[in-house]
């Protein structure tokens, strides 16, 4: 078998060093799905040179940079055959390229052939398309889709329409109707309208087999959304973090509380929204921290 990281390394060093008095620097490779490409070539751009090469100068350096981003584009659409939102790109594209995501990839371009998966593949990353990760100023962290047809749509608790409110998002609304002056029960389950004011309604594992919770666990999900949270907690600041049950506030471990808020309580559903989450006020509390950090607060009635 050929070791083709290595190759990849080797070739590319060979090539570099005999044109590198040449005024352009073209390479033509065929990316493979490790990335070890793109890694060997991010290395040279970053140290400005082969390890027994000349120094490169500033324009192929350039001309580096570009022909790595041009592989980077082509092994993400390869990896990812649906809209992610290009502000999520920057901050989390490097997570498209690696093994562990190609391999999840592929895990599920297989269950879907084998099963019905929920939700469908356009809508899996529809929270990047909602809301740009600059604007983004709330998070919620749920667990798996809904696993019933018709409900999951890409946004945690969420259900798209005309699907009724699921038991946990009934006593979402129920609290938010004792936490919030005048809040109207809408009468559907899609929190689209708080997606698009900044709350990112994000699952740990974002697909699920047909009547399966719990179905994709451990296959790369939570590798991928724990990057998701961790670029956010380094990104950006003065966020709200709702964690509610011990599944999402094991997984805000890697918040910075120094930077963002965090309100932690018993998960929604009804098996333990009577230990906490009924009167946690999170959603006023929200508001309350958006305001002193200069945000605007969140219209919960805009569904």
């Not at 084998?114 to 909602?130: C, D, G, K, M």
């Not at 946990?168 to 698009?196: C, M, R, V």
Request: glycine letters at 6%.
């Amino acid at each position: 078998f050929f070791n083709y990281k290595e190759l990849a390394s080797q070739f590319m060093k060979k090539c570099v060093n005999r044109i590198i008095s040449q005024i352009q620097i073209c390479f033509f490779f065929t990316c493979r799905f490790d990335g070890c490409f793109l890694w060997e070539m991010e290395s040279i751009t970053k140290e400005g040179l082969c390890s027994n090469g000349p120094q490169l100068s500033a324009e192929q350096l350039k001309q580096i940079e570009q022909n790595r981003q041009a592989a980077l584009d082509r092994l993400f659409a390869r990896n990812v055959p649906v809209p992610i939102g290009e502000t999520w790109r920057k901050h989390i594209g490097d997570e498209f390229t690696k093994p562990y995501f190609t391999k999840l990839m592929h895990f599920i371009a297989v269950e879907r052939k084998r099963f019905a998966i929920y939700p469908s593949a356009e809508q899996v990353f529809l929270w990047t398309n909602v809301c740009a990760f600059e604007d983004v100023k709330v998070v919620i962290l749920g667990q798996d889709p809904y696993p019933r047809k018709g409900q999951a749509h890409g946004l945690c608790f969420s259900v798209q329409r005309p699907a009724l409110p699921p038991p946990s998002l009934e006593n979402i609304f129920t609290e938010l109707a004792i936490d919030i002056e005048n809040f109207q029960h809408p009468g559907h389950g899609d929190l689209t309208g708080w997606a698009k004011q900044g709350v990112l309604l994000l699952n740990s594992v974002l697909t699920v087999r047909e009547r399966q919770p719990t179905s994709h666990h451990g296959q790369g999900w939570e590798l991928f959304t724990d990057a998701v949270v961790l670029a956010l907690s380094r990104s950006l600041r003065s966020l709200v973090f709702l964690l509610w049950g011990a599944y999402a506030q094991s997984k805000g471990a890697v918040i910075d509380r120094t930077r963002h808020h965090v309100l932690e309580t018993s998960h929604p559903s009804p098996y333990s929204a009577q230990l906490g989450f009924f009167g946690c006020r999170h959603f006023s509390k929200t508001n309350t921290f958006l305001k002193a950090s200069g945000k605007m607060p969140v219209d919960w009635n805009a569904l």
